[in-house]
């Protein structure tokens, strides 16, 4: 569908050159009656360059191509208001093209708020005195856990304090839904006062986009999706419930960045040789998670108790989180491919497949 939209854009915008033709007898045009003077011709080629130079940045994957698009169309529709009888049906081009770019502006209008939170979220963390982690700070965890982490490689090296990753997936919103949906997303994580911000742009259709941000900081939750990063359809902020489940997330998560693991929000206990427990505690909220270890001491599968809703009603479900491989990413060891489910009643809901590929740790002013 994108090939369509370009299309049309591109013959839209070449056929305002013909009224800059006519105004200079460059041709002789018949379909256009109307005379066209030389000062609004030079208005039909103006157009016609701004639509091409928007489709231009559209096909490069430029955020402000909407810019442009917008002046094209108001362009566009002020030269058809003056050959009204000869270009009315450029309308409804004029309309089409306007549905997508008011949906380009939704989606540079989210990301720019998001950026904004972003640059805050990481700017209060300090990156001076940076310890390297050391064997003696694994001592006093259970011993599967100590294997787990020497396999990660973070030992001898330095302690996270941030992390940055891109994701890319596929994801199903409810039970019954045969297709999958494509979501690529970000996420920046802080560890010393643990917090994340998520945002995902996941296609429904072909020019239906969702655009969702998920945050968690000091304690506190916010989900919000929004419909062609315009329409709000979740919004949630301020609910004990979203406060406590993004917790559990962070928790879930924490094998991306390990070295978490040794902060002092978390304790772990050990349930036998292959299993733990980590239990989280932050600003009066406490969650707690089992982590799964094969015999050679990976990490295999995670699982805690979350609210999979926010209302009244809602009750803490089993969330798993299944690795299905890993790689090593900047010398450490994460969970590069993840299947996440939820266990309902009516049997396992694996909602998101996912697959990690950038990855980085304590960004550095300059790289933010």
């Known amino acids: 569908m994108r090939i369509v939209f370009v299309f049309v ?6 056929i305002h050159s ?16 109307l005379a066209i003077s030389k000062p609004i011709g030079i208005l039909w080629l103006v157009t016609a360059i701004s639509f ?8 490069t994957n430029k955020n402000w191509w909407w810019m442009p698009s917008l002046l094209a169309i108001l362009l566009s529709q002020t030269v058809i208001s003056f050959s ?32 904004k939170e972003i640059q805050q979220f990481l700017s209060e963390v300090s990156m001076e005195q940076t310890k390297y982690i050391s064997e003696q700070e694994l001592n006093s965890l259970p011993s599967i856990v100590q294997k787990w982490l020497h396999q990660t490689g973070i030992v001898g090296k330095e302690e996270m304090k941030t992390v940055y990753l891109k994701q890319r997936g596929q994801m199903k919103l409810k039970t019954d839904q045969k297709e999958w949906y494509r979501a690529e997303a970000e996420q920046y994580v802080r560890i010393e006062e643990p917090g994340f911000i998520w945002k995902v742009d996941m296609k429904m259709l072909p020019f239906v986009h969702v655009a969702g941000k998920d945050r968690f900081q000091e304690g506190n939750g916010t989900m919000t999706m929004k419909i062609g990063s315009l329409i709000p359809v979740v919004n949630v902020a301020g609910n004990k419930k979203v406060d406590e489940s993004s917790l559990q997330r962070y928790l879930l998560e924490l094998p991306i960045y390990p070295s978490a693991a040794l902060q002092p929000y978390i304790t772990w ?11 989280m505690t932050y600003k009066g909220i406490s969650g707690s998670a089992i982590f799964h270890f094969n015999n050679q001491g990976e990490l295999v599968k995670i699982s805690a108790l979350r609210y999979k809703d926010s209302d009244e009603k809602a009750k803490r479900m089993e969330c798993i989180g299944e690795i299905q ?7 450490i060891k994460i969970p590069a491919k993840i299947d996440i489910s939820w266990m309902l009643e009516e049997g396992k809901f694996t909602w998101y497949t996912l ?9 550095g002013k300059g790289d933010r």
């Open 52 to 59: 091409l130079f928007s489709v231009l940045l559209f096909m």
């Open 269 to 279: 206990e050990e349930m036998d040789e292959k299993t733990a427990k980590a239990t």
């Open 9 to 14: 854009v591109m013959v839209h915008g070449l």
């Open 84 to 115: 009204w009888q000869d270009a009315k049906v450029g309308t409804i081009a004029n309309i089409m093209i306007l549905i997508v770019t008011l949906a380009g502006y939704g989606s540079w209008q989210f990301h720019q708020q998001a950026n």
């Open 18 to 33: 013909l009224g800059f033709l006519k105004a200079f007898h460059f041709a002789e045009l018949n379909q256009l009656k």
């Open 325 to 331: 491989d890993y790689e090593i990413m900047n010398g």
């Open 355 to 363: 697959e990690i590929y950038d990855y980085q740790y304590n960004l």
